[in-house]
């Protein structure tokens, strides 16, 4: 089936700096991809919609010069976090429709900042 | 917008059954879709609903009645393993370039 590898599984780092995280489609084109954010015991919420070769879509309240957004693939979107601070440490997770219209996560990214 | 409800916790023991509601208030509406998710996983899909009546995958059911803006998921023969949070979704209307959105999650706890 279709497959989203998200890239690092984890990260951990300080204040202020930039954390680049990938989600790369391994079997499919994905023209579109969707960026959400978890917070622990809470529901996934969308911060922003990438598309290939455009740019991305940001949700209400969520900082687009902060959350920055590339996807400059058809098999490739990336979201920077940048001048990160702790109220930013989440749970990030990637998700493209497949093939058959479906939809498809990548494994998730654990973000902390110290 | 978007708004989907679901019951913030639910416990049961094994081999029982479970049933999971979610009410939804959407402005297009393109199905009703179910996730699993593991603490620190990925979410899982687990059955979709575009019409009203029964899905049935395995130990998993769903149902969805349109008229309602209503459906549920169902488990039964209930396994440690399937202790997790469950989420009812929908695909906003329009192009495919949609995201889901996801209702506020019900977290199973499946006890011996």
């Known amino acids: 089936g279709a497959v989203v590898s998200q890239h690092p599984s984890r990260v951990i780092c300080k204040s202020g700096t930039s954390v680049k995280i990938e989600c790369r489609s391994l079997d499919f084109q994905a023209t579109t991809m969707f960026w959400y954010r978890q917070f622990p015991k809470k529901s996934l919420m969308l911060m922003a919609t990438s598309n290939e070769g455009s740019k991305a879509t940001y949700e209400q309240g969520v900082e687009k010069d902060k959350f920055l957004i590339n996807h400059a693939s058809l098999t490739l979107s990336t979201l920077t976090v940048t001048s990160a601070h702790p109220e930013d440490s989440s749970f990030y997770i990637c998700s493209a429709r497949d093939r058959v219209g479906g939809y498809t996560f990548g494994s998730g990214t654990r973000l902390t900042v110290v | 917008g978007q708004s989907l409800e679901q019951p913030s916790e639910v416990t049961a023991v094994e081999g029982a059954i479970v049933q999971i509601n979610c009410t939804y208030q959407t402005s297009g509406f393109y199905g009703l879709s179910w996730y699993q998710q593991h603490d620190g996983g990925a979410p899982t899909f687990l059955s979709y609903n575009a019409l009203d009546g029964l899905e049935e995958t395995g130990r998993f059911s769903s149902f969805l009645s349109r008229s309602d803006s209503y459906g549920y998921l169902l488990l039964q023969e209930l396994q440690m393993k399937d202790s997790a949070s469950y989420f009812c979704?929908?695909?906003?209307?329009?192009?495919?370039?949609?995201?889901?959105?996801f209702g506020s999650g019900t977290r199973l706890q499946v006890q011996p």
């Open positions: 979704a929908v695909r906003e209307g329009g192009t495919g370039r949609r995201a889901l959105t």
